[in-house]
C-alpha cells in the first residue's frame, strides 16, 4: 500500500517556540492531505484539509495563524505550530489521498508534540 | 447525535475468539467505509476499505456493510494478542473531498 511519513516523530519544545512537523507521501502524489490531533483516548479531530498549490481549509475553531499549513508540492504538506503553548500538546496525524478518487487514505505514524 | 456512533469498549477477549466490532451511522449519503487499527502511540493503518453493501474478506478480517440498516462490522477470527489495538470506523461520501468521519474507536485487548 501507499506509504506516508511523518517527521518528527516525537518534539519537546519551550512554550513561546514554533515546531514544524512533516508530511510526505512516499511512493505516490497526494492531491490532498488532512491534518488531525489526537487527543489520549479520543478519536481524530480533524483539524484542516491541505490541498496543494492553494490555502488550507481548516475546521471551526482551528485558529489557522496558530496551525500554519503549507502544500508545496505533490508529495509533502507541512504543520507550523507557532508560538506553541503547553496545550498544544499532543498526537498530530496527517493523512493523504492520491490523485485517484477513491477515498482511501493513507496515515502518517504521527508526531507527539510536548510543549513545556 | 452524532453521524458514527461506535462503543469505545474497552472489549476483553481470550485469544482465539471472533471478535465483532460495530459502528452504526446516521448520514445515508455515505458510500465508503474503512476500518482502521491503531496500536498505542501510532498512526491508524488502514485495515479494510468496502463502498457496496455485503462481506469483503481478507485473511482473519472480514468486513461487512449493511447500507439499509446503516451498519458496518469488523469480524476478527482467531483473534491474537497482537490484535490488541484500538479500532476505528470511518466513512466518506462520495463527492464530498473524501473527508472521512470517525467513530469514536473500539479498545479490543486480547488476553493469551
Known amino acids: 500500500g501507499a506509504v506516508v511519513s511523518q517527521h518528527p516523530s516525537r518534539v519537546i519544545c519551550k512554550s513561546g517556540t514554533s515546531v514544524k512537523i512533516e508530511c510526505r507521501s512516499l511512493?505516490?502524489?497526494?492531491?490532498?492531505m488532512f491534518w488531525y490531533r489526537q487527543f489520549p483516548k479520543k478519536s481524530l479531530m480533524l483539524m484542516a484539509t491541505?490541498?496543494?498549490?492553494?490555502?488550507?481549509?481548516?475546521e471551526q475553531g482551528v485558529e489557522k495563524d496558530k496551525f500554519l499549513i503549507n502544500h508545496a508540492s505533490l508529495t509533502l504538506s507541512t504543520l507550523t505550530v507557532t508560538s506553541a503553548h503547553p496545550e498544544d500538546s499532543s498526537f498530530y496525524i496527517c493523512?493523504?489521498?492520491?490523485?485517484?478518487?477513491?477515498?482511501?487514505?493513507?496515515f502518517g505514524e504521527g508526531s507527539r508534540l510536548t510543549v513545556l | 447525535q452524532k453521524e458514527v456512533e461506535q462503543d469505545p469498549g474497552p472489549l476483553s477477549v481470550p485469544e482465539g475468539a471472533i471478535v465483532s466490532l460495530n459502528c452504526t451511522y446516521s448520514?445515508?449519503?455515505?458510500?465508503?467505509f474503512m476500518w482502521y487499527r491503531q496500536y498505542s502511540r501510532k498512526g491508524p493503518e488502514l485495515l479494510m476499505y468496502?463502498?457496496?453493501?455485503g462481506n469483503k474478506e481478507d485473511g482473519r478480517f472480514t468486513a461487512q456493510v449493511d447500507k439499509s440498516s446503516k451498519y458496518i462490522s469488523l469480524f476478527i477470527r482467531d483473534s491474537q494478542p497482537s490484535d490488541s489495538a484500538t479500532y476505528l470506523c470511518?466513512?466518506?461520501?462520495?463527492?464530498?473531498?473524501?473527508?472521512?468521519?470517525f467513530g469514536g474507536g473500539t479498545r479490543l485487548m486480547v488476553k493469551p
Open positions: 470511518a466513512m466518506s461520501a462520495r463527492g464530498a473531498g473524501n473527508m472521512l468521519t
Open positions: 448520514n445515508s449519503a455515505f458510500q465508503y
Open positions: 468496502t463502498y457496496s453493501s
Open positions: 493523512s493523504a489521498r492520491g490523485t485517484e478518487n477513491t477515498g482511501e487514505l493513507f
Open positions: 511512493d505516490f502524489q497526494a492531491t490532498t
Open positions: 491541505s490541498n496543494e498549490g492553494s490555502k488550507a481549509t481548516y
